[in-house]
């Protein structure tokens, strides 16, 4: 079974919210909700994530280009929008998802998530990157 499947199983049997896997081995599991759990899975491991896979329950903007950002592999989502898919795609990372949307939803799912709004403003991975990192922490300092 390769890395993917691997991920995406742990994702759905275990009902982790994402699951990281590079090389036959577990190397990051979260149950917390949103793009937070992806940044300290970076924060913890770095560079160890490169050519890793990933299985996360919602795969919008925010995660796929954190993925650019981790050079992920490959990536497998619960749902996912159709601009991550673009985005996974033309960066050469593998993409599957169960359910493709149009756009990643705020919590009270009445506009689109303020994450998805910040990676979509971003010219590049390394600037996502930050601006979510600084976006979250400003959100837990208030």
């Known amino acids: 079974m390769d890395d993917l499947e691997i991920a995406k199983r742990l994702l759905i049997e275990k009902g982790f919210s994402l699951v990281i896997v590079k090389l036959g081995k577990v ?35 925010a995660v796929a280009m954190l993925c650019k950002y981790s050079k992920i592999r490959g990536v497998y989502g619960e749902v996912m929008s159709i601009r991550a898919l673009e985005k996974l795609l033309e960066s050469g990372i593998i993409a599957q998802y169960k359910v493709l949307v149009p756009e990643i939803l705020n919590s009270g799912r ?3 998530c303020p994450l998805e709004r910040i990676a979509i403003s971003c010219k590049n991975e390394t600037e996502c990157y930050e601006k979510l990192l600084l976006f979250l922490s400003n959100q837990e300092n208030h």
């Open 110 to 112: 009445i506009e689109i």
């Open 27 to 61: 190397i990051y599991v979260a149950n917390d909700h949103g793009v937070k759990s992806f940044l300290n899975a970076i924060k913890k491991h770095g560079d160890e994530l490169s050519e890793s896979t990933v299985a996360d329950k919602v795969v919008g903007m």
